[in-house]
């Protein structure tokens, strides 16, 4: 099921309500969808190298705007509506746990790893974001920082480098990710450790 869901957004590439579409997926991703808005922003932006930065901002604006969603979701109508949408998704279990073990740093630690790498899942880390109440301008301010990073970084790399790199970063997707995860929680500690 999720290959068949992840080549309909590859088809969406080519229609020319194409960023519509990157908008509406960008959003939905931070909240409740599984695929992410890059198996349509990468096609997009081989496709018009052109339009690289308008499609990284329709994306990162999108994404902000599903991630105010989850936050929503989480703070207001955690019972009623975030619950079933993780329990649909097998999630639930894993985010009870998460809920019972963090604080204000790992949330922030979350949606910087989430943002960059996906890791864990965006929708999973915004609902978790106001399930605690993490303020809403912080979170604002993460969310467009670390998603802007993320979808500005692939403009720039696939406008300067074509497809080669959009192949490399498609086939090396997972490991790239647990990179920047393994750097990110680094820098986090380090800072810790630095404020003490």
């Not at 949606?111 to 979170?139: E, N, Q, R």
């Not at 750097?183 to 450790?193: G, H, N, P």
């Amino acid at each position: 099921m999720l290959n068949n869901l992840y080549k309909w957004v590859l088809s969406l590439a080519n229609r020319p309500t194409a960023p519509a579409w990157l908008a509406f997926i960008a959003f939905v991703e931070s909240s409740i969808f599984l695929v992410p808005a890059d198996a349509l922003l990468l096609p997009m932006l081989l496709a018009r190298p052109e339009r690289s930065y308008r499609y990284a901002l329709i994306a990162t604006v999108a994404s902000v705007a599903g991630g105010i969603a989850g936050w929503a979701l989480g703070y207001f109508a955690y019972d009623a509506i975030a619950k079933p949408i993780l329990g649909f998704y097998g999630k639930l279990a894993e985010f009870e746990h998460l809920k019972a073990s963090v604080n204000g740093w790992w949330i922030m630690l979350m949606m910087t790893t989430s943002g960059i790498a996906h890791l864990p899942p965006i929708k999973l880390v915004t609902i978790l974001s106001g399930v605690v109440h993490l303020s809403l301008p912080i979170f604002i301010a993460l969310a467009t920082v670390t998603r802007g990073a993320r979808f500005f970084l692939l403009a720039y790399l696939l406008r300067r480098f074509g497809e080669r790199v959009g192949l490399f970063i498609e086939r090396r997707l997972n490991q790239i990710a647990v990179l920047v995860l393994v750097m990110a929680i680094f820098v986090f500690l380090v800072s810790r450790c630095t404020i003490r």
